[in-house]
């Protein structure tokens, strides 16, 4: 009945054609892109502050069209073999940074044994504490993650162990749920696997799009990601660190600015090992996501994945919405927020986002492929991995779910998702 309400009809002022659109998403033509970007399209400068996300979002774009192109239907079921050469210059400058580092360390003991009349411990200790912050850092859970375990929630577990046999890897060894609109795996300490799921994400997918998005987050186990692997990834955070440190003062002191003089060499060689890894990983890195997508599809279906991605293009209505039934909680009951006040809020999500209609899908599609919408800085854009799972030969899925182990899978989460909800009202 709402959709029925909300419907406008008028001529497109620009083309005459008629347009039949709901009034609360932008009321745009087909035919001739008449407000396809009431706004002027996104702000580049506001969006990519700062080079190193700049260079991240024209590599993405770039390699992203590169392999769409050159994928075909066989390739791009295809797991990547050996390591490429862009690959092994990544792997060799990573060692480089992380023998810095212990040189430092080296140099720092030495001078600490020698001693050299009290002034080489003073050496010493300096060179063990600029190492400290460089050392290669293991992944660690955040001390406030809201984790799942096996016990805890095993028809989620045994999930994802199917979805994972499927697109050939092992399951996860940790499951953590949080307050993001997002999904991501990676390494725990040397072996052990962590899953995150975000609520205001899975709440809005159906089951098949949610084994779709299992697939994709497990199928970057089976494809060697050089950038976010134990080595490559540490340096690129060693060298963040290094970064951090010799960033200039601003408005300094005619002494700080003798110092940021000092720091201009060494900061520009760090920046330009970032750039370097950026760009000897991108492709690999673009390529990765591409063979996940893959991976999705053969989990779930191609239909499943596709869906996936057209969630993923309207992920900013997922915050925009929360954000509007939060106001609109605190506003009915100002004061303490408790439990009663998040109650309903994400069936309240998923019912806005269910009554998305097509024609919204499109318009961002649109614009995605004037601007290259992706989900971050270091996705291809959205619009050409949905393409390219349209192109290849549709798959059906390999991991179903009914409605029973479905249910008992929302009654494992059900606690959690109680306590991110308040959260989400109480700390907006």
């Known amino acids: 009945m709402r959709a029925a309400e909300e419907l406008t009809v008028r001529p497109c002022p620009q083309c005459g054609t008629e347009i039949r659109a709901d009034r609360r998403f932008t009321v745009w033509c087909a035919a001739c892109d008449w407000n396809l970007e009431p706004g002027g399209g996104p702000d580049g400068a506001a969006e990519d502050k700062g080079r190193l996300r700049r260079l991240r979002r024209r590599l993405a774009q770039q390699y992203g069209e590169q392999l769409y192109a050159d994928l075909g239907a066989a390739e791009a079921q ?251 909680r605190r506003m009915r009951r100002p004061g303490r927020i408790t439990a009663e006040d998040a109650e309903g809020l994400w069936e309240a999500l998923a019912d806005h986002m269910d009554s998305i209609p097509e024609s919204e899908y499109e318009r961002i599609r649109r614009v995605g492929e004037r601007h290259g919408h992706s989900v971050d800085a270091q996705h291809p854009p959205t619009h050409l991995r949905r393409g390219l799972l349209l192109r290849v030969t549709p798959v059906p899925p390999l991991v179903t779910t009914d409605a029973a182990r479905s249910e008992r899978i929302t009654a494992e989460l059900a606690e959690a998702r109680s306590a991110l909800a308040l959260r989400i009202v109480r700390d907006a």
């Open 78 to 328: 295809q797991r990547p073999g050996r390591r490429t050469k862009a690959g092994v210059a990544a792997y060799a400058i990573a060692l480089v940074v992380h023998a810095v580092t212990a040189a430092l360390v080296v140099s720092g003991l030495w001078l600490l044994v020698t001693g050299w009349g009290g002034l080489g411990v003073v050496g010493g200790l300096l060179l063990l504490a600029l190492a400290w912050p460089l050392r290669p850092r293991l992944n660690r859970l955040p001390s406030d993650a809201r984790v799942l375990s096996r016990s805890d929630a095993p028809e989620l577990y045994a999930l994802i162990d199917e979805v994972a046999a499927a697109v050939g890897t092992r399951g996860v060894d940790t499951v953590v749920v949080d307050t993001r609109a997002n999904a991501s795996v990676t390494q725990l300490g040397l072996r052990r696997r962590l899953l995150t799921l975000g609520l205001p994400l899975w709440e809005v997918l159906t089951w098949q799009q949610r084994i779709a998005l299992l697939g994709h987050e497990l199928g970057h186990f089976t494809n060697g990601d050089t950038r976010h692997g134990r080595v490559v990834g540490t340096a690129n955070r060693s060298l963040g660190t290094w970064h951090y440190y010799l960033a200039p003062t601003p408005r300094p002191t005619f002494t700080e600015a003798l110092v940021n003089l000092v720091y201009l060499v060494p900061r520009r060689l760090v920046m330009g090992l970032l750039a370097l890894l950026e760009l000897l990983t991108a492709r690999d890195s673009q390529r990765s996501e591409y063979l996940a997508d893959a991976a999705a599809a053969r989990a779930a279906s191609t239909e499943a994945a596709v869906g996936l991605m057209d969630r993923l293009l309207v992920t900013d209505s997922i915050d925009t919405t929360l954000s509007r039934e939060v106001n609109g």
